[in-house]
């Protein structure tokens, strides 16, 4: 299986989904955001793991690569990719799919 990651901060990686993964044969292929990085084509993977990070599912302003992220994951839905979101990754394909995103009130992290 080729499996692509979006990846928002260095210190947010795949840990140790990588070797999980690999051990079993998929192939991994990342986009670094912060890097500005280019989003691979909808063909050149399988499933799509869209990782955390520490800012907000709005912060466009502060990071531009939000909007063509969000972009990107709804052509992939359409695309019928299989894909998961952890922390900031889930509230991005809730966007993505048009749901309200909203802050907690509470602090939260983990």
């Keep these: 299986m080729r499996i692509h990651y979006l990846q928002h901060v ?17 192939h991994l292929t990342s986009t670094r955001l912060f890097l500005e990085e280019p989003l691979p084509p909808l063909s050149a993977f399988d499933w799509l793991i869209i990782l955390g ?20 994951i709804q052509s992939a839905v359409a695309a ?4 998961v979101g952890i922390c900031l990754g889930a509230q991005l394909i809730a966007d993505a799919l048009g749901a309200k995103v909203y802050k907690n009130p509470c602090r939260e992290i983990g």
């Design 10 to 26: 260095p210190f947010e990686d795949l840990g140790s989904m990588a070797s999980f993964l690999t051990d079993r044969g998929h």
């Design 53 to 72: 990070g520490p800012m907000g599912v709005h912060d466009e302003q502060d990071y531009p690569w939000l909007k063509r992220e969000k972009a990107f």
């Design 80 to 83: 019928g990719k299989i894909m």
